[in-house]
């Protein structure tokens, strides 16, 4: 059906192309202007973020470093753009920027996967065993007991191969199926395995009862036998369900990782949860004490599922590892597109995988995390700029020349300007993206909003605004870390919500920091040295290629300064 659909839409996009080129009207013309203005036709496809080389993909899966490769396997569909049909893709890399995709690592073949092989983890169990978990899916009609979420295991057919080409699903499988009290289609998901103080093996699913999200907490000493925990590990009510959970240890002190199994003294652990209800990655940091088998947040207010989330962006079902190589946690996580499923069929493909990050604990508040793009990125870095101590008067837009394109790296860095100047305004959790999509990139406040323009037109008609707004706010000053969709693109047809959160300013910051990543149609901004990040996605359909310019702004009407800033075109990673 699917191929079906896609083959006529080419036919209908050659009809359209002759007739209306140059306007965007409809959702007709959005794909003609797609194949027009794209002489090289795709010019959404990225530089150095991980995608195949067709179809959909959806969540990172069974993550690790082993034997010298990074290990990435996804959700993906060997038939489509559209989800469906899914399959474990596979993919090996030395520096996590150029990836070698492989065969695929899982296919649906058996009763209890027969409709898919759904997301999982990997976890290495000795010094040469490196397991898959993943969850089957199954049709009723054709599963045992009415089951249709199962989890199943799969084992290299070699080990002492470091690209792991091969897997087999083991006899035993289903490994496990959902406790009477769970719904079997509410029952995904599992993460990787540790070893917990009683020497025996602990795992994480997703769940949901009523409307409640579960991490369910199963014990192994084989790794294949599992038995449930008399409690889930972790819950939160009117969260919906949790998918993809992830709990992972991190130091107190310091940017290392630790390994998956690692507690004690030192450090405290990360619960992230997917909310299937919202689209978003939620984390909450805490303690989990192995003994009792239980995880208490550090701070209940901002617990898994309604306090703090990994981006503000398009960002989900992530999952980290530790990697032993350079000692270091990486979170990954699937960035959807934010056009039509049409749209997509037409391009022929459909999602990224968001840019590898490194995550640890951000010691000014000892309970959210600071992310920063890993260090390998650098290593593309070209052409450069740097600017120092530039005034942006009110109403400024100066143009950063010398760098252009759509691969880009830029960091810039604002004086605090006079913060008496602040306006009031009550921001918090709650209401900050709604603040930000109101405020937006044009409105003219005090202290903002000022900022970068990337991917912008020189007209521009086509911009997407990466900006700060500092209020003043009940408990001190806060800055609104806004990312402005709503001139990204001239097409219609797209999803350009304006996205947001905030960093709270002390008394001893004397700076704004922001660094985005431009790569095409994906836009990673992390502000304050990664407190908040955003990913947002973006279609221009005139600021492609070497039609876009970077632009630094500011519609406030108090003047501001650039401390510093400094812009890199990016080189293309290897992806195939
Ligand atoms: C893909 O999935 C659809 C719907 O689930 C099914 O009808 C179709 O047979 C599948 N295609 C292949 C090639 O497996
Ligand atoms: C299960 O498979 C049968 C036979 O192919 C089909 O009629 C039915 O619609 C399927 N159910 C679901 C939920 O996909
Ligand atoms: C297993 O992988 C190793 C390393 O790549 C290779 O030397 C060996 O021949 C493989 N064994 C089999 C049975 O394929
Ligand atoms: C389980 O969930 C499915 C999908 O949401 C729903 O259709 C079904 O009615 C539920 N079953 C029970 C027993 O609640
Ligand atoms: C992915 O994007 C599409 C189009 O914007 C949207 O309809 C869908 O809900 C998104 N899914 C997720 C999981 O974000
Ligand atoms: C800044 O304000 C001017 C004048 O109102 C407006 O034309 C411009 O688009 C604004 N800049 C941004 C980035 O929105």
Redesign the pocket.
């Known amino acids: 059906m699917a191929i079906l659909a896609c083959a006529l839409l080419s036919l209908c996009c050659c009809f359209v192309l002759a007739s209306a080129s140059h306007h965007f009207m409809n959702k007709g013309t959005f794909f003609t202007t797609l194949n027009v203005q794209a002489s090289q036709s795709q010019p959404y496809r990225t530089g150095f973020h991980f995608q195949p080389t067709k179809n959909w993909m959806n969540d990172p899966n069974g993550l690790m470093f082993y034997k010298g490769y990074y290990h990435l396997f996804y959700q993906w569909n060997p038939y489509a753009a559209v989800w469906g049909n899914i399959t474990w893709g596979h993919a090996v890399s030395t520096d996590m920027l150029n990836w070698r995709i492989l065969q695929l690592a899982l296919v649906p073949d058996q009763w209890y996967d027969l409709y898919g092989c759904w997301s999982g983890s990997a976890t290495i169990i000795g010094p040469d065993k490196p397991v898959l978990l993943y969850t089957g899916w199954s049709n009723v009609s054709f599963s045992r007991d009415n089951q249709v979420q199962m989890q199943a295991m799969a084992v290299p057919e070699n080990s002492s191969d470091p690209l792991l080409e091969k897997w087999r699903k083991i006899e035993e499988n289903p490994i496990l199926v959902a406790p009477t009290d769970i719904n079997s289609t509410k029952f995904r998901d599992p993460t990787e395995a540790w070893i917990a103080s009683d020497g025996k093996w602990r795992m994480l699913i997703g769940a949901k009862r009523k409307n409640r999200g579960l991490a369910l907490l199963y014990k192994s000493s084989d790794f294949v036998h599992w038995e449930q925990a008399k409690h889930p590990l972790h819950s939160v009510p009117r969260t919906g369900m949790w998918e993809c959970p992830d709990l992972y240890p991190i130091l107190v002190a310091g940017k290392n990782g630790i390994e998956t199994s690692a507690n004690g003294h030192g450090v405290m652990h990360v619960l992230k949860v997917s909310l299937d209800d919202t689209k978003h990655d939620y984390y909450t940091v805490g303690t989990y004490v192995s003994d009792t088998d239980s995880f208490l947040p550090a701070n209940a207010a901002l617990d898994a599922g309604i306090g703090l989330q990994y981006d503000y962006g398009k960002f989900y079902a992530s999952k980290t590892f530790y990697d032993s190589g350079k000692g270091r946690r990486i979170l990954i996580g699937w960035v959807n597109e934010s056009s039509s499923s049409e749209n997509d069929i037409g391009k022929g493909w459909s999602s990224l995988q968001g840019f590898p990050r490194q995550v640890w604990l951000d010691g000014d508040t000892k309970n959210s995390l600071l992310q920063w793009p890993i260090e390998e990125i650098e290593s593309l870095r070209r052409k450069s700029v740097s600017l120092s101590n530039v005034p942006l008067k009110a109403?400024s837009?100066v143009e950063v020349r010398g760098v252009e394109g759509t691969q880009l790296d830029v960091e810039v860095e604002f004086d605090l300007p006079r913060m008496d100047l602040a306006e009031a305004l009550n921001v918090d959790a709650s209401n900050v993206q709604v603040t930000c999509s109101n405020l937006?990139?044009?409105?003219?406040g005090a202290l903002g909003?000022f900022g970068l323009?990337v991917l912008a037109s020189d007209d521009?008609v086509e911009?997407t605004?990466l900006?700060f707004y500092i209020v003043a706010s009940e408990h001190g000053w806060k800055a609104l870390v806004c990312s402005?969709q709503s001139?990204s693109s001239l097409a219609r047809d797209l999803d350009k919500t304006s996205y947001g959160s905030y960093v709270s300013i002390s008394q001893r910051e004397t700076s704004l920091r922001l660094r985005v990543l431009v790569d095409h149609s994906i836009v990673e901004s992390f502000a304050q040295g990664g407190k908040v990040c955003i990913t947002s996605r973006v279609y221009p359909t005139k600021a492609i290629n070497n039609k876009a310019h970077l632009?630094l702004?500011n519609?406030g009407t108090a003047s501001v300064q650039v401390r510093n800033l400094l812009a890199w075109e990016m080189a293309s990673a290897k992806i195939d």
């Open positions: 109403g837009l937006g990139a044009s409105r003219h909003p323009l521009h911009q605004a900006f402005d001139r632009y702004f519609n």
